[in-house]
């Protein structure tokens, strides 16, 4: 049995002349939450649409739920539940009456779970409102419980703490974790809190100018993340000539104000001291810091390298 809910092979989307991705390969393992981390213009809401079936590739394969065909790709799609961009619904339709049309449309025959979706979602007492009412926060809350109607076994969502004040981020990550431990649905989804991704991830996808530069566990991340050293120093250039050549395997970068930062050290801070004193340069500060995600995602852009 396929043990990835989604797979891509050299997936590619251009719009005339804009190369949008190139040759993604995408690996969403079942009961994973994968975490899609990009800039703007990476590509992340491009390859979300085409999981979505909202747009179609220019070149390369997608499988989802082991499903390749066209055909079969529509049937499996009814699967998944979307929540892609800021979500829009009929202005002057109230929550409820939202929730209701978008059952008939999926299908949904159970009238209690239009109650479920809202009581889940945190949209009840908002029932009677009219949707151009709604915060961008509840908006976000609507477009998830449309999303969940059907039961679907994957979730793909698009910057959905969007909006969201900092309780009612804490709230979505709960109701994530629930969903995927609970109900064990498969959620893709994407975010510019990177610091939010953190805490919610237990995958990691990397997006860069349309390439998928690494796709990475979050245990591997986290010690990838571990501290670094950061050091102050009279003449950076000249510490830094003679570091790469004695500590060749060390990952660093020169920083403004003269330090230096070394990433998951593989020596003790004794020796960066000692190779300066040898060589008479003062340090003037020396403190280990803990690297953050967004740290790394910087750092593996400018290595620029597909991993």
Known sequence: MNEYVIETKHLTKTYGSLLALNHVNLHVKKGSIYGLIGDNGAGKSTLLKLMAGQIF???????????????????TRR???????????????????????????????????????????????????????????QRQRLGLAVALLGAPQLLILDEPINGLDPSGILEFRSLLHRLNEEQNITILLS???????????????????GQLIEEITADDLTNKCSDCVEITLSDIERYAAVF????????????????????MPKQNPESYSRLAAEHKIYITAMQTIHSSLEDYYVQ????????
């Open 244 to 263: 790469e050549a004695a500590f060749p395997a060390e990952s660093w970068k020169i920083l403004p104000d003269n330090k230096i930062r070394i990433y």
């Open 57 to 75: 590739p220019s070149d390369g394969e997608i499988r989802i739920f082991g499903k390749q065909k066209q055909k079969e790709l529509e049937n």
């Open 191 to 209: 975010s510019h809190i990177l610091s939010e991704l953190q805490q919610t991830a237990s995958f990691y996808g990397f997006l860069s100018k």
């Open 79 to 137: 699967n998944i539940g979307c929540m892609i961009e800021q979500p829009e619904f009929f202005p002057n339709m109230t929550v409820e009456k939202t929730l209701k049309y978008y059952s008939i449309q999926k299908g949904v025959p159970d009238t209690k779970k239009v109650e479920e979706m809202m009581d889940l979602t945190g949209v009840a007492g908002k029932r009677n409102c009219a949707c151009k009412t709604l915060s961008l926060g």
């Open 300 to 307: 593996l852009k400018e290595r620029g390298t597909t991993k």
